[in-house]
């Protein structure tokens, strides 16, 4: 079993910015972030991947979000810039692979106009 320990959310104002971190209870492959806004299906956020760090982004927030990890720490960060009222989420921490995915207890998110 792997723990997923997220931290980072809150309120901000259109505009800022924030960090999200999750730290994981041992190395796994595959890092990430979704969120899932009220009402709407959880999305991919952001992807990173050990060894050579390749990232994955969605089209929503490629240019203001990046995602990093420093793998002897187990931790994936979620840097946010520019923030936007639709970037208001609950955003969940992933691991590990299809059939074998591991989820944090989400952290909120909420940009104000």
């Known amino acids: 079993q792997v723990q997923l320990v997220e931290s980072g959310g809150g309120l901000v104002q259109f505009g800022g910015s924030l960090r999200l971190s999750c730290a994981a209870s041992?190395?796994?492959?595959?890092m990430g972030w979704y969120r899932q806004a009220p009402g709407k299906q959880r999305e991919l956020v952001a992807t990173?991947?050990?060894?050579?760090?390749?990232?994955n982004y969605a089209d929503s927030v490629k240019g203001r979000f990046t995602i990093s990890r420093d793998n002897a720490k187990n931790t994936v960060y979620l840097q946010m810039n520019s923030l936007k009222p639709e970037d208001t989420a609950v955003y969940y921490c992933?691991?590990?692979?299809?059939?074998?995915?591991?989820w944090g207890q989400g952290t909120q998110v909420t940009v104000s106009s």
């Open positions: 990173i991947t050990s060894g050579c760090g390749t990232t």
């Open positions: 992933n691991a590990g692979v299809p059939g074998h995915e591991y």
């Open positions: 041992r190395t796994l492959f595959r």
